[in-house]
């Protein structure tokens, strides 16, 4: 997505960061597909944290109540093992982390450490909550790519299976 | 607690004591930022500078308040000097009024006519003969208005242009694990204060124009004179849409030709507009942004009252509310670290 280019004589009217922020935002595969106008109002609800080398984002178990975007720097996935902390993944620019806050705030299944001094971009699931009720295509566009994630994760984990719905009682046949 | 964090926090008190006469310009200051916040948000989803949105926002507020000075304005002002004009006549007949019904009640107990003697003009004495104003007095008071008039968008101003970049460096100084409660804390605060100042000022426009419209329609006097009281009392819970009714009950009782069947006329009128505004307006304008008990509502009011007047009774209910998910947030972020020690206190048993 280009930067949308203004007259020169009215570039000055433009905030360059945020200008900046929406195209980037684009590049994330979660946020790929919405249009510009929508891409401008979510980009207005992220927040912006500098990070040092080693510093936790969040811990495994904790609650999930934001979405994080690596604007610069390196973060590393762990997960907690029996023989101690395992990687499971390296993100880098344009990756994000911590998705499933945007669908509940059940406890994180990783934890999050900065890996090189970084800038993430954080957006609260309640910030996104408001929006998708004003702009219900932010929810379909989001919730299709979060599936496709999701998807793609319980190819890579095939010994993830859903767990069956509680059956209804049987009916008394007394 | 360390030494260095009370240094800290008795520094802000003393600074805050000190500042205490800005506290009224901040709090309106505020209040102001948030209601327009959803048109600069409008700017900064098109990536326009702040200065430059908050400064026509600004600009077009103006020119609005002056086209309606310039329309409302000279209607407003000859319904309150035509009130101001008539204010002796009107004290004398409440006076009247009031003597009268000392007289019947001095019937049935005596004792009533020494604790208030007959012809003592309340009215006149509390309202109308009062020592006249110091002249340094009305200064004073001119002086009060003039600096809210000027400090009040000031503030706004700096609030609505600088807050993004007050946040970031407020964000990058917070330790990573308070960031996403310091996070979960503000946003949600942020919601609610901004909700409820918007829902607020709204419904107060929607209730004023309703009873203005209303009291024009049953030939009251004074229509938009009480409508824009009744709009501006909305704000305060529970209280403001009593005086408002109270105000417009009493212009009716002393007004010649309007009877009882007019003041139940009027009384009728403001039971409707607070059940519409109840049932329809808020539901709409406020929104479900107070999840507070009705028993724990009614409690701040009269907490603020007690505390800082009527400013206290409009702050009341979105204090309490910020007060109660605070609380809410911060136990969680507490459970959540105790768990984060026990799992760490596990694993090291287990190693």
């Known amino acids: ?174 | 607690m360390k030494p260095g964090w009370l240094l800290t926090i008795a520094g802000v008190a003393a600074l805050a004591w000190l500042a205490r006469g800005l506290v009224l310009p901040v709090f309106l200051a505020m209040a102001f930022a948030y209601l327009l916040s959803p048109a600069v948000a409008w700017a900064d989803a098109r990536a326009i500078r702040r200065s430059v949105a908050v400064g026509a926002l600004f600009a077009v507020i103006i020119a609005g308040l002056l086209a309606a000075g310039l329309l409302l304005g000279p209607r407003i002002l000859a319904e309150a000097s035509v009130l101001v004009e008539r204010l002796p006549a009107l004290a004398t007949q409440i006076d009247r009024g009031l003597d009268a019904a000392l007289r019947e009640l001095a019937e049935v107990a005596p004792v009533l006519r020494r604790v208030f003697p007959e012809g003592s003009g309340w009215v006149h004495r509390f309202v109308l003969d009062r020592p006249p104003w110091d002249p340094s007095d009305l200064f004073e008071h001119a002086g009060h208005l003039f600096l809210l008039a000027i400090l009040v968008p000031f503030f706004a101003f700096f609030l609505l242009r600088d807050m993004p970049r007050l946040i970031t460096a407020a964000m990058d100084r917070l330790p990573p694990q308070h960031v996403e409660t310091s996070v979960a804390v503000w946003r949600e605060l942020n919601g609610i204060i901004g909700r409820y100042v918007r829902g607020v000022v709204l419904d107060g426009l929607v209730v004023g124009a309703l009873a203005a419209l209303g009291l024009w329609a049953l030939r009251v006097p004074y229509p938009l004179l009480l409508g824009l009281f009744a709009g501006v009392a909305n704000v305060v819970p529970f209280v403001g849409p009593l005086l408002s009714a109270a105000a417009a009950g009493l212009v009716v009782l002393l007004t010649p030709g309007q009877g009882l069947a007019a003041l139940a006329r009027v009384i009728v009128l403001f039971l409707a507009v607070k059940v519409l505004d109840d049932t329809v307006i808020q539901p709409f304008t406020i929104g479900r942004t107070v999840h507070l008990h009705p028993a724990l509502l009614l409690g701040s009011v009269v907490v603020g009252n007690h505390a800082l007047g009527v400013l206290g009774m409009i702050v009341a209910v979105p204090v309490a509310t910020v007060l109660q998910e605070t609380a809410r947030l911060l136990l969680e972020h507490r459970r959540v670290l105790a768990r984060r020690r026990l799992r760490s206190d596990a694993g090291r048993l287990r190693g």
């Open chain 1, 1 to 174: 997505m280009q930067e949308r280019r203004l007259p020169r004589w009215l570039a000055w009217v433009m905030d360059r960061e945020q200008a900046r922020r929406a195209p980037f935002l684009a590049r994330s595969p979660l946020f790929a597909g919405l249009p510009r106008r929508l891409l401008g109002r979510l980009a207005t609800r992220f927040l912006e944290k500098a990070y040092h080398s080693g510093e936790v984002v969040f811990h495994e178990g904790d609650p999930a109540r934001a979405l994080f975007v690596v604007v610069e720097g390196a973060v590393e996935i762990t997960q907690a093992t029996p023989r101690g902390e395992h990687v499971v993944r390296t993100l880098g620019a344009g990756d994000a982390f911590g998705e499933l806050a945007l669908i509940d705030e059940s406890p994180r299944s990783g934890s999050a450490r900065v890996a090189a001094p970084a800038r993430l971009l954080i957006l609260y699931k309640t910030d996104f909550d408001a929006l998708m009720v004003v702009e219900a295509r932010i929810a379909v566009v989001v919730m299709r790519n979060l599936s496709r994630v999701l998807a793609t994760y319980a190819r890579r984990n095939p010994v993830v299976v859903t767990e069956p719905a509680p059956r209804p009682e049987a009916a008394d046949p007394s």
